[in-house]
């Protein structure tokens, strides 16, 4: 089944020590996303890419960087981890034909711990 | 601005009845989509249905409906004959042009047997 992969789901770091998730699709879409979401809110946008065009979201912290090495793999990475980036975090792709008003499908998404 | 607003932190349905999720949002944009999801606690986003500021009719997928009013800015989920499976966090989105899903504040369904 074509789907959107997310490892590791649960991902414990130390304070300051930089963190790599991952996250691949078998879609095939144009568009993968990098969501944050704290307990009990709603998702936030980090950023986006369009193929190979970054799209980071204005109030990003500059502790998040993505990388997109192929159309299948993102990674999301955090350069100091600090206690308030515990969340749980979540990859989508979409297909990237309609501007944006289309359907993402989300991974299972990746827990964060902060110790 | 784009803005969607859930009202509903919580809300008890039996299991076998109907439910009503609700869900208001802003736009000055012309055309848009409204989204609904569900997510479990195991914490997957589960995509549940789709409407077009632009369609005719109310969106339906199974036992999931959309009641678009459009002049009131509302997309109300309609899940009828509820499930035990159906307890989980559901989040109304809005899409603009640019690739951007605007999230409500989710209202938590709980189904009781």
């Known amino acids: 089944d074509a789907m959107v992969i997310q490892n590791p789901r649960y991902q414990v770091t130390q304070f300051g020590k930089p963190v790599t998730l991952s996250c691949s699709q078998t879609?095939?879409?144009?568009?993968m996303y990098w969501y944050q979401q704290k307990s009990s809110q709603a998702p936030k946008l980090l950023f986006h890419?369009?193929?190979?065009?970054?799209?980071n979201e204005a109030d990003t912290p500059d502790n998040f960087q993505s990388r997109r090495p192929n159309t299948s793999f993102c990674f999301l990475d955090i350069r100091s981890p600090g206690l308030g980036d515990a969340a749980m975090y979540l990859c989508?792709?979409?297909?990237?034909?309609?501007?944006?008003?289309?359907?993402?499908?989300f991974g299972p998404g990746t827990r964060l711990l902060v110790l | 601005a784009q803005k969607i607003t859930q009202t509903q932190p919580g809300m008890f349905v039996q299991e076998k009845e109907a439910v009503t999720l609700d869900c208001t949002y802003d736009?000055?944009?012309?055309?848009?989509?409204l989204f609904w999801y569900k997510q479990p606690s195991s914490g997957e986003m589960i995509f549940l249905i789709y409407?077009?500021?632009?369609?005719?009719q109310n969106a339906t997928e199974g036992r999931y409906s959309l009641n678009f009013q459009k002049a009131r800015k509302s997309a109300n989920l309609v899940i009828s004959a509820s499930q035990l499976g159906d307890s989980a966090m559901y989040f109304c989105?809005?899409?603009?042009?640019?690739?951007?899903?605007?999230f409500g504040t989710g209202t938590r369904l709980t189904v009781i047997p």
């Open positions: 989508a792709t979409s297909r990237g034909e309609r501007g944006g008003q289309e359907t993402q499908y």
């Open positions: 879609l095939n879409h144009n568009v």
């Open positions: 890419y369009y193929d190979k065009d970054f799209n």
């Open positions: 736009t000055s944009d012309p055309s848009y989509g």
């Open positions: 409407q077009g500021s632009y369609d005719q």
């Open positions: 989105a809005m899409a603009t042009g640019a690739n951007n899903l605007f």
